[in-house]
């Protein structure tokens, strides 16, 4: 090895070990952050570790969603003293996305400060069977036709779209933001994992094609995207993309007599190697396909 090159590689090598320091020193995130939505009068997003939610601060009280609170004790008392650091306006409404309790477990804050509960009726009718202690009971259902709700200068669209990630989903759509936030049936930029197991995975599609034809610029997601980033129509064309991919490979192996084991080992999609999640998310996703067209399920 030359002076030179052995100048060259110390250099890199201190590079590389600085880089690892510095790396080490970012701080980890806060456990949980309030923001709001460029461009908008009142639209704010609450996270909560991995969850989110959005508020909405209109002339006559505050609109809520989901209190994120599963396994959090006190999440949904932080949520509302985070809302109460961007104003003095009540609570008056929290809107369930649907009836998984990651999402809206926590919501008794919410409730002793005297907000109505809204979800939709098939939300209820689970929650009604399940009796999770940890999850307020609504107090106002929205039926297949949806509902809008206006509360001062704010009009908030409570959209049903059929079966998709769940039974129970309502997509929520700010006609003069044109802002949508739809909760783990849209995952931007990632491929969709655990939350495959009870899907709809053909009536899914249907939802996708319905939320892209739909007049809207900004996606929330309940999980944040990479980097924190909002949605856009080709993160949900794409997902709605990776979903037929995923269908179309499985259909054909498990028509072949391969599931469960040879599709859940054995298949690949290369062309969503570099989506965070395919490592860990694409056995979930194939089990579900198997689920289909290997089950009839
Ligand atoms: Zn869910």
């Not at 039974?167 to 930029?189: C, E, H, N, Q, Y």
């Not at 892209?212 to 997902?239: C, E, F, N, S, Y």
């Amino acid at each position: 090895m030359t002076r030179r090159t052995y100048a060259i590689l110390a250099g890199l090598l201190t590079a590389v070990a600085l880089g690892i320091v510095a790396h080490a020193q970012q701080p980890a995130p806060p456990p949980f952050a309030t923001t709001k939505v460029d461009g908008t009068d009142g639209v704010y997003i609450f996270r909560n570790g991995g969850h989110q939610a959005m508020f909405v601060v209109t002339s006559a009280g505050v609109i809520a969603t989901d209190p994120v609170g599963y396994g959090r004790p006190t999440g949904g008392q932080t949520y509302l003293d985070e809302i109460k650091k961007v104003t003095s306006q009540p609570v008056k409404y929290v809107i369930y996305s649907h009836h998984h309790f990651d999402h809206i477990a926590g919501g008794k804050a919410f409730k002793d400060a005297g907000a109505t509960f809204i979800a939709h009726k098939r939300a209820q009718e689970r929650l009604a069977g399940i009796k999770d202690p940890h999850t307020v009971m609504p107090d106002e259902v929205v039926a297949d036709g949806g509902r809008t709700v206006t509360l001062g200068n704010t009009t908030l669209e409570l959209i049903y779209l059929g079966l998709n990630h769940s039974d129970s989903t309502l997509l929520m759509r700010l006609p003069k933001d044109k802002i949508v936030f739809a909760v783990d049936f849209i995952s931007v930029g990632s491929v969709p994992g655990r939350g495959m197991i009870d899907s709809y995975p053909l009536e899914w599609e249907k939802s996708l094609e319905q939320v892209i034809a739909m007049d809207w610029d900004r996606l929330i997601p309940g999980h944040p995207g990479p980097g924190g980033r909002l949605g856009t129509k080709k993160d949900v064309q794409d997902l709605l993309t990776f979903l037929q991919d995923a269908s179309a490979a499985v259909k054909a192996e498990a028509q072949a007599g391969k599931c469960w084991d040879g599709v859940e080992k054995g298949l690949k999609l290369p062309k969503y190697e570099s989506w965070p999640g395919y490592e860990t998310n694409l056995p979930f996703v194939l089990r579900r396909y198997c689920g289909l067209w290997g089950r009839g399920t």
